[in-house]
């Protein structure tokens, strides 16, 4: 459960200035906003135990909204607003959605109705069961699955998505499709996402 910082680079054309490297959070006096959009039990933002993984980033009318997996004291989707430009940058924490038990994500991906997708990539990673399910994926076993969450139901696992630790993921909004990587078995899978909840797997890429 190691920790570590949000940095941000500048980006001029096609080069990045990796020398500068400005920590937009955890901030010296972090900003909360009023109103929480996660879970109502989520009320803080992490601080130093913060341990970012995957990475969603929403463009709105209202503003850009950022989804970080976080690994340390919580298993969460920590969520933000991106206030400020340039070396003014800044993050504001929005609330988070804390992950069931038996649960770890991966990557996440935001949708513009509020919703968020992660794949569960395994039971844990803190403890043996990471352990396990690391060599059972390898062997192309069922891992995990992909998850959705809505601000008005929580979480639930989306049905026909098990696999073997499932991975980098976006959604198509235009056409309701859902593209994950499953490691285990080398390839993307594309499903349907119906507007009745379900989920169909259309399509495989090797």
Request: proline content about 6%; aromatic content about 6%.
């Amino acid at each position: 459960k190691s920790s570590g910082p949000i940095s941000m680079d500048y980006i001029a054309g096609n080069a990045v200035r990796f020398r500068q490297k400005p920590t937009v959070w955890p901030p010296a006096d972090a900003t909360v906003s009023a109103k929480l959009i996660g879970d109502t039990e989520c009320k803080a933002p992490p601080q130093e135990a913060f341990s970012p993984h995957g990475l969603s980033v929403l463009e709105r009318r209202s503003g850009i909204r950022l989804a970080i997996v976080n690994h340390a004291e919580r298993e969460s989707v920590e969520l933000f607003d991106v206030l400020g430009k340039g070396a003014n940058l800044r993050l504001e924490w929005r609330g988070c959605a804390l992950l069931p038990p038996d649960t770890a994500a991966n990557d996440v991906t935001l949708h513009s109705d509020g919703r968020l997708f992660i794949s569960n990539y395994a039971p844990s990673t803190h403890d043996f069961r990471g352990v396990k399910a690391l060599i059972a994926g390898l062997r192309g076993e069922v891992t995990g699955d992909v998850m959705e969450w809505s601000p008005k139901t929580g979480w639930r696992h989306l049905p026909n998505t098990e696999g073997a630790m499932p991975n980098g993921l976006v959604v198509d909004e235009a056409h309701n499709r859902l593209f994950v990587a499953e490691l285990g078995k080398q390839r993307v899978v594309e499903f349907e996402l119906g507007r009745d909840g379900s989920t169909t797997r259309r399509a495989e890429f090797a």
